[in-house]
C-alpha cells in the first residue's frame, strides 16, 4: 500500500501562486509515476500534470503548460507542483495519485493510478 497526504491548497488571487506537496508513504513509493489531477465542482476530474519515477519524463494538461510545474524528492518520497499565474478556472480539488507501472502517455489516464490522496482545495479568485 502506498498512502498520500496533500497540502498547500489555499485560497488566492488570479496572477499568484501556490505550491502542492505529496507526501508518499508506504511500499518503495520513491519508485512510484506520480501524478497531479484537479476536479471542479460538478465536473470530472482531470489531469494536471505527472511525473516518472526518475522525474526523467513528465507531462502536462495543455492549460497549465507554462504555468505549472511538477517535480519530485525522491529522498523525501514527495512531490510537487509549483503552480504560478494561477487563473480563476484553476479552481478545483487537487489530487495526487501514484501507480509503479504507468509510463508514457497512459501517465495522463486517472484510470491508470492505483493510490490516491485526499486532494486539498485551491481556490482561485478574480
Known amino acids: 500500500q502506498v498512502q498520500l497526504v496533500e497540502s498547500g491548497g489555499g485560497s488566492v488571487q488570479a496572477g499568484g501562486s501556490l505550491r502542492l506537496s505529496c507526501a508518499a508513504s508506504?511500499?518503495?513509493?520513491?519508485?512510484?509515476?506520480m501524478g497531479w489531477f484537479r476536479q471542479a465542482p460538478g465536473k470530472g476530474r482531470h489531469f494536471v500534470a505527472a511525473?516518472?519515477?526518475?522525474?526523467?519524463?513528465?507531462y502536462y494538461a495543455d492549460s497549465v503548460k507554462g504555468r505549472f510545474t511538477i517535480s519530485r524528492d525522491n529522498a523525501k518520497n514527495t512531490v510537487y507542483l509549483q503552480m504560478n499565474s494561477l487563473k480563476p478556472e484553476d479552481t478545483a480539488v487537487y489530487y495526487c495519485?501514484?501507480?509503479?507501472?504507468?509510463?508514457?502517455?497512459?501517465?495522463?489516464?486517472?484510470?491508470?493510478?492505483?493510490?490516491w490522496g485526499q486532494g486539498t482545495q485551491v481556490t482561485v479568485s478574480s
Open positions: 508506504g511500499r518503495t513509493s520513491s519508485s512510484f509515476t
Open positions: 511525473i516518472s519515477w526518475s522525474g526523467g519524463s513528465t
Open positions: 495519485a501514484a501507480d509503479r507501472v504507468v509510463t508514457g502517455s497512459e501517465m495522463m489516464n486517472p484510470y491508470e493510478y492505483d493510490y
